[in-house]
């Protein structure tokens, strides 16, 4: 069995284990002239009159990996996460697009980052979710989505003043006994999750002056949290 943990060292992220082998790399190519179907091509609906760009990345040029569950891996080049419909795509031509399908990933890693999805049932939150910090005992996700705001039509001249514009927010969750909640980077949220080891986190974060609204900090606490 093959972890996680090797293609974390490669991308230089973060420790996060799975139990599918991932012995078996395909290119995007490869993929489409033997995919069942599962992901369908479509061309990008993408609206010029809005503002803002509702995919994670500004650019096409990222590398990235889909861990499928027949234990194939698709190795991509031009790849990208788009947080409005959830869904992760790859360029096959100027004006096109590739989606998979949630149902045949394992994981997606893109650049920096690696992705799993959740479904409803027994999480009590579904999509696809960036891994910030993963052992048995604690998880600490983010969740990037869009917030749309509709330009008002000019009641004189029936035209917009201005485009709509796509925003990308970040929400983060912690996974509990009853499924997975959102927190926020505050102080006193992170110091109620770390309730049993309060006053080593307070004095671990104040030794390495550390900030509890900053996320790369908080992903140092988790680490520390887990060596108690």
Do not use: C
Not at 4 to 10: D, E, G, P, V, Y
Not at 201 to 215: A, D, H, T, W
């Amino acid at each position: 069995m093959k972890h996680l943990f090797t293609l974390l060292a490669i991308i230089s992220l973060i420790s996060l284990s799975f139990s599918q082998n991932k012995d078996s790399n395909v290119d995007l190519n490869t993929y489409l002239r033997n995919s069942t179907g599962n992901s369908i091509p479509l061309s990008p609906a993408i609206n010029h009159d809005v503002d803002g760009n509702p995919y994670l990345f500004e650019k096409w040029a990222n590398r990235g990996f889909v861990f499928l569950k027949d234990k194939k891996t698709v190795s991509l080049t031009n790849f990208n996460y788009n947080a409005y419909s959830d869904q992760f795509e790859a360029k096959v031509g100027n004006d096109s697009t590739f989606v998979f399908s949630n149902s045949i990933a394992d994981s997606i890693a893109i650049n920096n980052k690696v992705f799993i999805y959740l479904s409803k049932n027994g999480s009590g939150v579904s999509g696809y979710f960036e891994v910030l910090f993963k052992d048995d005992n604690s998880e600490l996700l983010k969740k990037y989505v869009t917030e749309l705001k509709k330009a008002k039509q000019n009641a004189i001249t029936g035209g917009f003043d201005f485009p709509d514009k796509v925003t990308i927010e970040k929400l983060f969750y912690i996974k509990t006994d009853f499924g997975y909640k959102e927190i926020s980077l505050r102080k006193h949220d992170l110091l109620d999750y770390f309730e049993k080891n309060k006053s080593e986190i307070k004095e671990f974060v104040q030794k390495n002056n550390l900030s509890y609204n900053n996320q790369a900090d908080v992903v140092k606490m988790f680490k520390f949290a887990a060596t108690l």
